[in-house]
């Protein structure tokens, strides 16, 4: 509808030629000026509904935006996972090594299983780690105990409880603890030679293989420090296989404390449940780290394999 004119008000048409004619031109260019702004406007919009619709499919698929970028939930504590591996391209770590044919890595990749260890067993387990625990643990927030070697934290040191606590270790442990702890091992080991393709005879238990808890006190040594990123194969050059059963829950027992396989361009995670196995290559193909324990205590077990039979262990015996 035109804009009505008040009476004797004055209009382009008797302003003269001039001033009339920019006065039309004046709407015109508004006009025109309009279209750009106006197409700005909806494609500022349309990226913003793609952004959102990105956002809504990440989230979708169980990826997190973090401070560190894109982070993808490969098992979530809610989760009963029965069966779940990502088979990803070896690194070169394995040829600076003696190779060992139908064992060393040529299949490689990350699973996840809440299938082969019951919860049950996994309390059962971890009272043994706490019971073992009570006669040390470190000044820091890292702790270790390790049943093969006798290893144990105390204060800012390692004592070999076996030799240092003499038949108290009797009151501490029983010949059923020991046989549980076997029980776990072989289901491990066999689990993860059939998701590698690989014969479980030719896996060699090797060290270390060590209970850990972890809460969120400072660290006072550089064994406190288990945050920084590594490479197991690097670190122990032994490690073939590894593989971590959890004794505890995240978001439950403890905040913090998810494990965090570091790939090119995302991080990809597991969060403990009691039970839980996850278990990967050694190499440099599962680069990873812990995060820091916020509050509450973190328990598991680090299981880890060798194909060499020189660097092999045997189980815990309770002598």
């Known amino acids: 509808m035109a804009p009505q004119r008040r009476a004797g008000a004055r209009t382009p048409e008797s302003s003269g030629g001039g001033a009339g004619a920019e006065e039309r031109r004046r709407p015109s260019s508004v006009t025109k000026s309009s279209v750009p702004k106006d197409s700005r406007r909806k494609w500022l919009k349309v990226a913003f509904l793609l952004s959102s619709a990105m956002l809504a ?136 030679a059939l998701a590698f393709g690989i014969s479980s005879s030719s896996m060699h238990l090797t060290k270390p293989t060590f209970f850990s808890r972890i809460n969120n006190s400072e660290a006072q040594t550089t064994h406190d420090e288990y945050w920084h990123p590594h490479i197991d194969k690097v670190t122990y050059g032994s490690f073939d296989y590894t593989s971590l059963l959890y004794l505890s829950d995240y978001s439950e027992d403890f905040g913090g404390g998810r494990f965090v396989f570091m790939d090119e361009g995302a991080n990809r995670t597991v969060e403990p449940r009691a039970g839980r196995v996850s278990f990967f290559t050694s190499g440099s193909e599962n680069l990873h780290h812990v995060e820091k324990v916020y509050w509450g205590t973190r328990y598991a077990i680090t299981i880890s394999f060798t194909c060499n039979p020189d660097h092999g262990i045997g189980d815990p015996v309770l002598t």
């Open 57 to 192: 499919y990440l989230l979708s698929k169980s990826y997190l935006l973090t401070e560190d970028g894109v982070t993808e939930v490969l098992a979530r504590h809610s989760d009963v996972i029965s069966d779940k591996f990502i088979e990803i391209p070896c690194s070169e770590d394995y040829d600076s090594h003696k190779r060992f044919e139908g064992c060393t890595p040529r299949k490689c990749g990350r699973g996840v299983t809440d299938a082969i260890i019951s919860r049950e067993e996994a309390d059962r387990i971890r009272r043994i780690a706490e019971r073992g625990l009570s006669l040390g643990g470190s000044d820091g927030g890292a702790s270790i105990l390790d049943l093969h070697s006798g290893a144990l934290s105390l204060g800012k040191h390692f004592v070999n409880m076996y030799r240092y606590f003499g038949d108290k270790i009797h009151d501490i442990f029983t010949e059923e603890d020991f046989q549980l702890y076997r029980d776990v091992r072989q289901r491990i080991q066999q689990k993860i």
